[in-house]
């Protein structure tokens, strides 16, 4: 059976390498390519969009596809809102790798200073009142919201180098998790920093600077997650997913 993951994630990675090798199973891992270096799943991989519903539905078809799996970011929604209308167009079952929150999970803010905010807009808007030297962790696709805030400081860590505007007063860190809490501790105590933003991605990857904020004694801004496709099959990681795809090929 052909199995296409749509990844760039180290949960779609992970799943990759527990699938790779199994017999009767055919894995294809799709990157979006919006990352310039990836690190590259085992099995066959392509990057690039579809082109919407109509094209990844098409795709499912040409290429036999008996089981999508949707292993994207928490925050790549339009993918996920594609993918299961295509799954459904195409009559193609469909489970989803959602890893939890931090906002979910309760014993990530104990004690902390938490806020949320519906959108990078909106956390830009409330930043003021928050602190003046942020450490941004948005991603590279988001610094553009954060633009106007005059009179702050940032600190702008991402992968790759950010796209669009930046804030008139910017300091740009290249560098990819995992992050380890003795470095996101140092990294608050150099710069000063009095407030953290980052998107509700969870994982434990980059979990570290909310523990770090929290010995600090600075606010952080929790950007929410967009609203995900309802009727999916969902697991919280790889290894449930490969599980359940293990169980599903019986």
């Given at each position: 059976?052909h199995?296409?993951?749509?990844?760039?994630t180290?949960?779609?990675?992970?799943?990759?390498e527990?699938?790779?090798?199994?017999p009767?199973?055919?894995?294809?891992?799709?990157?979006a390519?919006?990352?310039a270096?990836?690190r590259?799943?085992p099995?066959?991989v392509?990057?690039?969009?579809f082109?919407?519903v109509?094209?990844?539905?098409?795709?499912?078809r040409e290429?036999r596809?008996?089981?999508?799996?949707?292993?994207?970011?928490?925050?790549?929604?339009?993918i996920?809102?594609?993918?299961?209308?295509?799954?459904?167009?195409?009559?193609?079952?469909?489970?989803?790798?959602?890893r939890p929150g931090?906002?979910?999970?309760?014993r990530?803010?104990?004690?902390?200073?938490?806020h949320?905010a519906?959108?990078?807009?909106?956390a830009?808007?409330?930043?003021?009142g928050?602190?003046?030297?942020v450490?941004?962790t948005?991603?590279?696709m988001?610094?553009?919201?954060?633009?106007?805030?005059d009179?702050?400081w940032f600190?702008?860590?991402?992968?790759?180098?950010?796209e669009g505007?930046?804030p008139?007063?910017?300091?740009?860190?290249?560098?990819?998790?995992p992050?380890?809490?003795?470095?996101e501790?140092?990294?608050i105590?150099?710069?000063r920093?009095?407030v953290?933003?980052?998107?509700?991605?969870?994982?434990?990857?980059?979990?570290?600077?909310?523990?770090?904020?929290?010995?600090?004694?600075?606010?952080?801004?929790l950007?929410?997650?967009?609203?995900?496709?309802e009727g999916?099959?969902?697991v919280?990681?790889?290894?449930?997913?490969?599980?359940?795809?293990?169980?599903?090929?019986?």
């Amino acid at each position: 059976m052909h199995v296409l993951i749509l990844g760039g994630t180290t949960e779609a990675r992970r799943l990759a390498e527990l699938l790779h090798g199994t017999p009767g199973l055919r894995l294809t891992s799709s990157l979006a390519g919006r990352v310039a270096a990836p690190r590259l799943p085992p099995g066959e991989v392509r990057v690039g969009g579809f082109g919407g519903v109509q094209g990844l539905a098409g795709w499912l078809r040409e290429h036999r596809v008996g089981l999508l799996i949707d292993a994207t970011h928490p925050f790549a929604g339009t993918i996920s809102l594609h993918a299961a209308e295509a799954a459904a167009t195409a009559h193609v079952p469909l489970l989803a790798i959602r890893r939890p929150g931090w906002v979910d999970a309760e014993r990530a803010g104990e004690g902390g200073d938490w806020h949320t905010a519906g959108s990078l807009e909106e956390a830009a808007a409330m930043l003021p009142g928050l602190g003046s030297r942020v450490f941004l962790t948005t991603g590279r696709m988001g610094v553009a919201a954060f633009a106007g805030c005059d009179g702050l400081w940032f600190l702008v860590r991402s992968v790759d180098p950010p796209e669009g505007a930046l804030p008139a007063r910017a300091e740009v860190l290249l560098d990819r998790g995992p992050f380890t809490l003795e470095g996101e501790r140092e990294l608050i105590a150099r710069h000063r920093v009095d407030v953290l933003v980052t998107k509700d991605s969870g994982g434990a990857a980059t979990a570290p600077k909310l523990t770090a904020a929290r010995e600090a004694g600075i606010p952080v801004l929790l950007v929410r997650r967009p609203r995900a496709p309802e009727g999916v099959v969902e697991v919280p990681g790889a290894e449930e997913g490969a599980r359940w795809v293990r169980g599903y090929l019986r």
